[in-house]
């Protein structure tokens, strides 16, 4: 096999990466009615939590990832 055709590694996303993603996904699954505003922002936040980005990056950062999701879509 030549070096051009052996598949090349991906990266593995970040945490934080992840966190904006799931955001902008929450955001968008509440703009269609999906669920209600405290469920969509409770569950982000317990995931946070979880992955421990509250300690990394600081609550106020966790909380302007989500309202900045939630801003793109109103």
Same mark, same amino acid.
């Given at each position: 096999m030549t070096a051009a055709?052996?598949? +090349?590694p991906t990266a593995v996303p970040s945490a934080l990466e992840i966190f904006v993603a799931r955001a902008e996904a929450r955001a968008l699954l509440w +703009?269609? $009615?999906e669920f209600d505003l405290n469920t969509?922002? $409770?569950?982000? +936040?317990a995931a946070a939590e979880r992955d421990s980005l509250v300690d990394r990056i600081s609550q106020d950062k966790v909380q302007a990832i989500i309202a900045e999701a939630f801003a793109k879509v109103c």
């Open positions: 055709a052996r598949p +090349q +703009q269609a $009615d969509a922002v $409770d569950e982000l +936040q």
